[in-house]
């Protein structure tokens, strides 16, 4: 497809007269009802006939009743259920030709050509060899009479990746992955607190700590990346995984390691084993291994826990249900397009963006990890694997002693305190003194400044808020009092970490610099803020945790509603002016309309949204809170009650703080982590280069940055150079990313509107895209 043809909208590509059979295979994971959901009423919508194909390649064998049409409201309340509806099995008859033709012969009964197949690997292989004997197994099935009109004489294919290992080549995420890091985190903090409570006991006063060896996969057969994950988020102290066994000795580096941890403070141990993790001559390591070895060698207590099953258990969270909602629509557009001669696709998440992949060549380099891994080619395994198990150990620099203050400004996110964790430990590991900073700009001039410690931080990743404090106060007032502080403690650099008020500080230092010498020095701002309304990065540290809090609400309310028809929720967000909240979780809890600033509604669209209610069930309409001055939550629901008036009854709440709240999620945990980290490296690089006679000088405008993340990339932008992306008076970009998002909500609600396809990534298959993670 030319790059031209990419401009245009879906309802160019008619569905009709086509039928799309959906199906989930394999294992479970949470999100793959969104992404049937998805794929149902993107289909309908468009004018396909779309059938549930039940209990996976098994149903589609069995026939009968387990092919059948699906309906609109089939998929209601769907969105927020775990595990998958239509059911899945591993299938043996599906492996021999006899099955296939038996499947071949219920969809063509059916007028069914074209299959989107949710599952892993082994699904999505076993789909594309369906797809490519497709004509012989018509020609078979004519031969013992039946009807096959050349309108079937081809198979259509769609993969997505619903997997919780994380583990396919060419997406950087999979649907279940980030719903099995919630229920594993969990678990990791319930350890945690009753770890610390039993470290204080009489009889245990001679224990020197408690060592918790968690086996992240128990269920599954090699890796894998979930591993990995649990060591920044939750601060774990070493981890074993399939591919990057431990180099030889790795035993009493370990004791070492945790004997170390004890010398300084910290109260326990934790430990992450990967089922298949094994060390550099293939000799498994298991969770009980790692148990006799710390007990042998250092008599700690330890216990042992596995998580197994429950990891794919629960609700999924508010990442899934979003990315298995792109998916499913970006799969039906992926069908639309199809011809005879199109390879089978898969569906991936590359950066922010839904982009469709050629599905075999995804396979085989997934096939190449495992095969590399077997010839003890670890190095190419772990670059195969991709960005997120390359991220295991910071690189240490050689520099001098530098002193270093790190703050957080505006709102408290959930997130901030494992970045200001990552940021001293990094810190620390590179030979800075590093200082903590209470209360924002306003403890900075108050001179409430101190050096923190390495233990000092010890279990901030999974806490909440923001332990140092934050305050929105603007340097600029006291600017003369903070320059006297800088002066004081002699520092070096500042690590920044807050939202739209912490890129304002950043302009107020550098504007600074030509009267105070003192901010003539490295400067760099972590976005951290719920609202997501920074320049500069596409998401903020904060922002998934509080649509995880704005979903977890809304599933509550209609939970509420469920003996109750005819009921109509708005709900009110936060986010100021930017309505990424309302947006987004909109899309991940189902609701039917989002009300924000960036796209102005007027009286006309409110009346046919009412209008609109009849047609669903239990409706939540979100209302973000400055979306409107005269339209507010209090006046369209009151407007919705008088209209509802004998049709349905309406109910408002508003969330309020409770979105700044909770526990870090798995990815702000994550997110928090890795941009801290990168942060002080780069600082640590600038302070080298502006170096000079015995005093750091630094005022060009590469030194005062700020750090986001662009479609895949980390990217350091110069502040100055963001003015221009900035609206100031209403504190938010000029283009926002997410806005792209929005018509997927309405469509999903059997709303008419247009879509971009060019939105979406459609075609990119296309393109030039790398499928390595």
Request: glycine share 10%; aromatic share 8%; charged share 20%.
């Amino acid at each position: 497809m030319a790059q031209t043809d990419n401009k245009k909208f879906f309802e160019n590509l008619s569905g009709a007269g086509k039928a799309i059979a959906v199906l989930t295979s394999g294992g479970d994971a949470q999100g793959m009802n969104a992404a049937v959901r998805a794929v149902v009423r993107m289909g309908i919508y468009v004018g396909a006939k779309v059938y549930f194909v039940h209990e996976g390649y098994q149903g589609m064998v069995d026939g009968g009743d387990n092919i059948k049409e699906a309906k609109w409201e089939s998929v209601s309340s769907m969105l927020q259920m775990g595990g998958t509806v239509i059911g899945s099995a591993r299938c043996n008859d599906f492996r021999m030709h006899e099955g296939r033709l038996k499947a071949a012969h219920n969809l063509v009964q059916r007028g069914i050509t074209n299959l989107c197949v949710i599952g892993g690997d082994g699904s999505l292989t076993g789909a594309n060899l369906f797809r490519k004997e497709w004509s012989g197994l018509l020609a078979e099935l004519v031969q013992q009479g039946t009807e096959a009109s050349q309108k079937y004489s081809a198979l259509h294919i769609v993969g997505m990746v619903g997997s919780i290992d994380n583990d396919f080549c060419g997406t950087d995420m999979t649907i279940g992955t980030d719903s099995a890091l919630h229920r594993i985190i969990e678990v990791v903090d319930a350890i945690m607190t009753t770890a610390q409570s039993y470290f204080g006991l009489d009889w245990l006063k001679n224990m020197i700590g408690m060592v918790f060896a968690l086996n992240g996969e128990m269920m599954l057969p090699t890796v894998k990346q979930d591993a990995v994950f649990y060591l920044s988020v939750c601060a774990s102290d070493w981890v074993l995984i399939p591919e990057m066994p431990p180099e030889d000795g790795w035993e009493e580096k370990m004791c070492q390691k945790l004997s170390a941890t004890r010398s300084r403070g910290s109260r326990l141990n934790i430990i992450i084993v990967a089922e298949g993790a094994t060390d550099r001559h293939g000799k498994a390591i298991t969770s009980s291994i790692v148990k006799d070895l710390v007990v042998q060698r250092l008599g700690f207590d330890t216990r042992v826990t596995i998580l197994g099953h429950v990891q794919r258990g629960g609700t999924p969270s508010a990442f899934d249900r979003i990315l298995a909602s792109r998916m499913g629509v970006e799969a039906v557009l992926a069908l639309l397009e199809t011809t005879a001669n199109t390879p089978a696709c898969v569906v991936s998440l590359c950066g922010n963006q839904s982009v469709q992949l050629p599905l075999m060549e995804c396979v085989q380099m997934t096939q190449q990890v495992q095969k590399a891994m077997d010839e003890k080619r670890f190095e190419e395994a772990v670059r195969l694997r991709g960005r997120c198990i390359c991220y295991i150990l910071f690189v240490t620099c050689s520099v001098s002693n530098f002193n270093v203050a790190v703050l957080n400004v505006g709102a408290p996110a959930a997130g901030m305190n494992a970045a200001v964790r990552s940021a001293v430990r990094v810190g620390i590991s590179e030979g800075h003194k590093m200082f903590a900073v209470s209360d924002g700009f306003e403890g900075f001039y108050k001179g409430q400044i101190k050096e923190i410690k390495w233990a000092d931080v010890g279990g901030w990743t999974g806490q909440g808020g923001s332990l140092l404090g934050t305050k929105r106060t603007l340097p600029a007032k006291h600017i003369d009092k903070i320059a006297e502080q800088m002066r004081k403690y002699n520092i070096n650099a500042l690590l920044v970490i807050g939202g739209f008020e912490a890129l304002e500080c950043l302009l107020q230092l550098y504007e600074a610099r030509s009267s105070y010498e003192e901010f003539c020095i490295p400067l760099c701002m972590l976005p951290a803020t719920i609202s997501n309304n920074v320049p500069g990065t596409n998401l903020s540290i904060g922002a998934d945790t509080a649509l995880n809090a704005i979903v977890e609400t809304c599933d509550r309310i209609k939970q509420s509603a469920s003996g109750t028809k005819h009921r109509v929720f708005i709900i009110e967000t936060m986010g100021g002016y930017c309505g990424y909240l309302a947006s987004v979780g909109g899309l991940a809890a189902g609701a039917d309309a989002a009300y924000i600033f960036e796209e102005p509604f007027d009286i006309r669209e409110l009346q046919s949204n009412v209008e609109h209610l009849t047609e669903t069930i239990h409706p939540c309409f979100y209302v973000n809170e400055n979306s409107n001055e005269n339209y507010t939550t209090d006046f369209i629901y009151q407007l919705y009650s008088e209209e509802g008036k004998g049709v349905f009854d309406c109910r408002k709440n508003v969330l309020g703080h409770m979105q700044q709240g909770g526990a870090p999620s798995p990815f702000d945990r994550n997110f928090g982590t890795k941009i801290a980290a990168k942060a002080m490296q780069w600082i640590s690089k600038k302070l080298n280069e502006s170096y000079r006679k015995g005093r750091v000088f630094a005022n060009t405008e590469d030194s005062a940055c700020l750090l986001g993340m662009r479609q895949r990339a980390m990217v350091f932008q110069p502040v100055v150079q963001l003015r221009d992306e900035t609206d100031f008076v209403h504190r938010i970009p000029k283009e926002q990313w997410w806005l792209k998002l929005r018509p997927l909500m309405k469509i999903l609600a059997k709303y008419k509107t247009s879509y971009d396809i060019s939105d979406s990534g459609h075609g990119s298959r296309r393109r030039s895209v790398s499928i390595g993670r």
